[in-house]
């Protein structure tokens, strides 16, 4: 018999990560999945307080789908959708949950999503070129 533990951490001003393990016991859990979150801390792109666009992101089975939303109105999201975007300092934010509910791949579906937004400085950035 063993217990696994899920962690996310994040500074809730636009860094963030997850961490996951696995122990006889559920206090030595805890320390290897904190000790993995803060080794895999990524930087996500904000627009003020909430998404810079719509994206989808997908992890085994689970995808997720976050859409940005007017200041105001706060995180509309389940608990392990709502722990990464709270952490990563997202405070609006409309998401949708597909297929799997298992928290470990919602969890790894939302931080995909996050890491593929990109602003508007970086695409124009990436490809040379300016936006309207």
């Known amino acids: ?73 706060g995180v509309i999201a389940g608990a392990a959708v709502r722990a990464v975007l709270e952490c990563a300092g997202v405070h609006d934010v409309l998401t949708k949950q597909y297929g799997s509910n298992n928290p470990l791949n919602v969890v790894k579906a939302t931080l995909e999503g996050l890491l593929r937004m990109r602003t508007n400085e970086q695409v124009e950035k990436l490809r040379g070129v300016t936006l309207p």
Do not use: C, N, W, Y
């Open 1 to 73: 018999m063993s217990f696994s533990g899920l962690i996310v951490l994040g500074d809730k001003k636009g860094k963030v990560g997850i961490g996951f393990g696995k122990a006889k016991e559920v206090q030595g859990a805890l320390e290897k999945a904190f000790k993995d979150a803060r080794g895999k801390m990524h930087d996500v792109s904000l627009k003020g307080t909430t998404i810079p666009h719509e994206v989808l992101g997908a992890a085994g089975t689970s995808r997720v789908r976050m859409l940005p939303a007017s200041p105001g109105t």
